[in-house]
């Protein structure tokens, strides 16, 4: 079996078409331009890339966006005080602040500070709380377009045995609250899980975000499972995903490629996120 790649680049350009029209279609009512503040503090190569083309896609989706820079030395204080000043600005609509953030900084603090109806990246404890008991909210970017992407390949989700490698806040938690949503049956493997290979066997519908280079190999995949790795490992100067891409290809019946597959798919949530945000403002 080769498994059939998942298109996360096409699927994110209907994604983006989509905001963008409804961005247009907010504008025509009421007047109202949808604006997007990023904040990005200090000089991390990865993350200078991510709002470099979250801020391009704006562009192209007719959305304002305001980009923040400061320096790596900000104080905590100085960065909630520019938070709350976006928070409180009513032309502002989404408050993206690019993690990490330096060392010293308490991200959570400064997540909290955003009120959760501009948290468009979903990570506020009220957007998070909310995912958990069902309600409607701003959910996280990356789950969000993992979702998108099963839903993709035609294949029920209802019933079907989901496994999740990796319990980040911002990744694994949120996607196996997504994956419960719709009705499968969930498991989430960490990096204390006992015989992992075991659980992800087992998996029809398999999600990495381990955050190890080719971490998944083809052995520790069902035949016929679809695979979606979220994980981007650099390494001399290179993109890998979580998973080896030539092995679960032969064992897969979808998968999705890195890059190219979950990636895109991040960004075009952003932009549906916010729109939303501005929507409901
Ligand atoms: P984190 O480092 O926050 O979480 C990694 C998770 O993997 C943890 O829960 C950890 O377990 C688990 N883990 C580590 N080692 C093992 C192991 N040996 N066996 C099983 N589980 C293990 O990473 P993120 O969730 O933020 O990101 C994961 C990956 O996804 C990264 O590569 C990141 O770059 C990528 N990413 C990609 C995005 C995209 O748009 N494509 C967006 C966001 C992230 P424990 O909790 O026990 O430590």
């Keep these: 079996m080769t498994a059939k790649i998942i298109d996360g680049k096409a699927i994110a350009a209907q994604v983006r078409q989509r905001a963008k029209e409804r961005a247009f279609e907010l504008f025509e009512k009421t007047g109202k331009k949808v604006r997007l503040a990023v904040v990005m503090v200090g000089d991390n190569p990865a993350s200078e890339i991510y709002v470099r083309n979250k801020i391009k896609a704006c562009e192209e989706a007719?959305?304002?966006?305001?980009?923040?820079?400061?320096?790596?030395?900000?104080?905590?204080?100085?960065?909630?005080?520019?938070?709350?000043r976006l928070d409180s600005d009513k032309f502002t609509h989404g408050i993206l602040v690019q993690l990490p953030l330096p060392k010293g900084i308490d991200e959570r603090k400064v997540l909290e500070r955003i009120s959760p109806q501009k948290d468009v990246d979903g990570?506020?404890?009220?957007?998070?709380?909310?995912?958990?008991?069902?309600?409607?909210?701003?959910?996280?970017?990356?789950?969000?377009?993992?979702?998108?992407?099963?839903?993709?390949?035609?294949?029920?989700?209802?019933?079907?045995?989901?496994?999740?490698?990796?319990r980040s806040n911002i990744v694994g938690k949120p996607m196996a609250m997504l994956l419960l949503q719709n009705n499968a049956t969930v498991t989430i493997a960490h990096s204390k899980t006992e015989n992992l290979a075991s659980i992800t066997s087992r998996a029809d519908i398999l999600v990495a975000a381990v955050g190890k280079k080719e971490f998944i190999t083809g052995a520790m995949i069902k035949p016929g499972a679809i695979v979606i790795d979220v994980g981007m490992n650099r390494c001399d100067g290179k993109l890998y995903g979580d998973v080896k891409f030539d092995e679960a290809e032969r064992v897969a019946s979808f998968i999705t490629p890195v890059p190219g597959g979950v990636g895109p798919m991040t960004i075009a949530m952003l932009l549906k996120n916010t729109v939303t945000a501005a929507e409901n403002a």
Excluded: W, Y
């Design 62 to 84: 007719g959305i304002e966006s305001q980009s923040f820079r400061l320096p790596s030395d900000t104080s905590e204080e100085k960065i909630i005080e520019l938070v709350d």
């Design 123 to 166: 990570f506020h404890a009220v957007n998070a709380g909310n995912l958990m008991l069902g309600n409607k909210c701003l959910t996280a970017c990356t789950p969000q377009g993992c979702i998108e992407l099963i839903r993709s390949t035609g294949a029920q989700i209802e019933g079907k045995n989901a496994v999740v490698v990796g």
